[in-house]
């Protein structure tokens, strides 16, 4: 579900051999005593760098800190298992795939109930497959119900409602699906929000509702009571939560500058942090107080070129590019090693990761050099930048946000990098993220920095097709879109191995027209307090886990 970093980020399967490392509190303190069995009692403050954007509505949301939130004031109906499967129920109690695949029949749990007390049924499931699939929908997510047969037909204004959804009763419904597809769960969206409370709402309504943006009703194991703008949000333990009655009161978000976060983890102030900085690991590391993980990220950082630019559209200049950054530097230096250079979409801890892209344009600026002179790139003026083949100036614009320390400080380094080369890049000056994220969106840029965030499952869609919304290179490739589809809908995506086989083919198509530079993973840090007890670490990190009404702090410390 999340994007955003939406961002979504990838990895370093060697480096790191122990995958999941469910790890935590467990059941020692800090010093090392038995901390007992789990009470009831206290809170516990998590911490991000930015603000929410305050849009706490699973459809709508498209901020990682709108996420951090909803992660634990919603439920969808599935997670993913410590061995990456899909298999942990949630909200669906069970579910059953027709051998033909095209009939997924979903049956919800006993006696769950929204935040304000109405019961969750299917209605709400549907009501928002139905919303998505809307012909005014705004957000960026019907891609997750586009294979549901008619979908497509009310997204068109064809249909009032989506013919393959089926409720069968209050607990169990029906969705067909128009052809069979390898990711059929995966790909599906799972998080009901309550028809009761959006009935009749338009799509605009619905995004600015009191119940997307002040008095969110969730399903999860804390609701929102209290959200202070820019500063922080509270959330309540919800008792009549269906995994049963969380342990903590509450569960603060508190807005900390990313400057100060490290300080007031160490000084108690907050109990939990992410998104940790690797120059940061060793000496928290130290800590007695805290317990500190890292893992391979499913995400990464790029560079994507605005192929809707002329001065971008030749392939040669952006492979050249991407042979004269020198990834590893960045990593070495930046990321300390806690990281990997990426050359691929794909994670390398996933099943579908592509080896033979291991070396792909390492860092070589006399191929670079070489690579621009036979493409008709050269320096007639003297003044140490090629110009086009036209004989005009070649000068490029690279546009990043702030709130990446990391990406922030990579901008000038590989602007450097690319001077050593004869390509003139001179960077714009950073801006928040949602302005930069926007200006993507609406291809206000011609060179920019970003990053992905991604879930266990390869396929693609959503950020590679042609007509993807988050396309944010504009990059148009009928093969790549056939591959993409192929690894979701042909039978050969039925096996996994020959599913990872047309992913390396994609990933191969992509390399070769360098739509991006992939730049780097960068390994997934977190900490938190000792205090805290029951924290597992999985591959989405902690601080975001599903798992949170386990989480408890023993009474004399609370």
């Known amino acids: 579900m999340k994007k955003k970093s939406l961002l979504l980020a990838l990895s370093l399967v060697m480096v790191l051999s122990v995958f999941l490392a469910a790890c935590g509190g467990g059941d020692k303190s800090a010093d090392g005593g038995d901390v007992g069995d789990p009470v009831k009692g206290g809170s516990v403050t998590l911490s991000m760098f930015s603000a929410p954007t305050g849009v706490f509505n699973p459809v709508y949301y498209e901020d990682q800190y709108d996420f951090n939130v909803i992660s634990k004031a919603f439920d969808a109906l599935w997670a993913y298992n410590d061995d990456l499967e899909l298999e942990k129920p949630l909200l669906a109690k069970e579910w059953e795939l027709s051998e033909d695949g095209k009939e997924l029949t979903i049956t919800l749990q006993d006696d769950i109930k929204w935040h304000d007390g109405e019961p969750i049924t299917t209605d709400d499931l549907i009501f928002a497959w139905e919303t998505i699939a809307a012909k005014d929908y705004s957000g960026s997510r019907f891609y997750t119900v586009e294979q549901i047969e008619g979908a497509e037909e009310k997204h068109e204004g064809k249909a009032k409602s989506i013919s393959g959804v089926e409720k069968v009763d209050e607990q169990t419904v029906k969705v067909t699906f128009k052809e069979r597809a390898a990711n059929a769960l995966a790909n599906l969206w799972s998080y009901p929000i309550p028809e009761h409370i959006f009935k009749g709402m338009s799509d605009e309504q619905i995004k600015n509702a009191a119940a997307t943006k002040k008095e969110p009703v969730g399903s999860g194991p804390f609701k929102i009571t209290e959200i202070k703008p820019n500063e922080y949000v509270v959330l309540d333990r919800f008792d009549d939560y269906y995994r049963g009655e969380p342990y903590l009161d509450k569960v603060i978000w508190k807005v900390v500058e990313q400057e100060v976060a490290v300080g007031a983890l160490e000084n108690g102030e907050i109990d939990a942090l992410g998104q940790i900085a690797p120059t940061e690991f060793d000496a928290l590391k130290k800590n007695e107080d805290l317990v500190v ?41 930046l990321l300390k090693g806690h990281g990997s250079v990426l050359n691929q979409h794909i994670p390398q801890r996933s099943w579908a990761y592509n080896k033979d892209l291991d070396d792909a344009y390492s860092y070589d600026p006399d191929e670079a050099k070489k690579i621009l002179k036979d493409a008709g790139y050269e320096d007639k003026d003297g003044d140490g930048f090629v110009e086009n083949p036209d004989g005009k100036k070649l000068q490029l614009t690279l546009s990043y946000p702030t709130g990446n320390p990391i990406r922030e400080k990579s901008a000038p380094i590989i602007v450097e990098d690319l001077k050593k080369i004869g390509v003139n890049m001179k960077l714009n000056r950073p801006t928040e993220a949602s302005v930069h994220f926007d200006n993507i969106e609406k291809g206000k840029y011609e060179v920019a920095l970003a990053g992905w965030s991604l879930t266990p499952d390869p ?7 042609s007509t993807d919304k988050w396309n944010y290179a504009r990059w148009k490739n009928k093969e790549s879109d056939e591959l993409i589809k192929k690894g979701v809908y042909s039978k050969d995506a039925l096996d996994q191995d020959k599913r990872a086989q047309i992913y390396q083919e994609w990933t191969e198509v992509v390399s070769e027209d360098a739509p991006f530079v992939f730049l780097y993973a960068q390994n997934w840090i977190e900490a938190w307090n000792q205090r805290v007890q029951g924290v597992k670490f999985g591959y989405s990190g902690a601080l975001e886990s599903e798992d949170a009404h386990e989480w408890w702090i023993p009474e004399n410390q609370q």
């Open 459 to 465: 396929d693609p869609s959503g950020i590679w097709l």
């Open 293 to 333: 993980e890292e893992d391979q990220d499913f995400g990464y950082q790029y560079m994507a070129f605005n192929l809707d630019k002329k001065s971008v559209q030749d392939k040669a200049l952006r492979q050249a590019i991407t042979y004269g950054i020198n990834r590893q530097a960045l990593v070495d230096g």
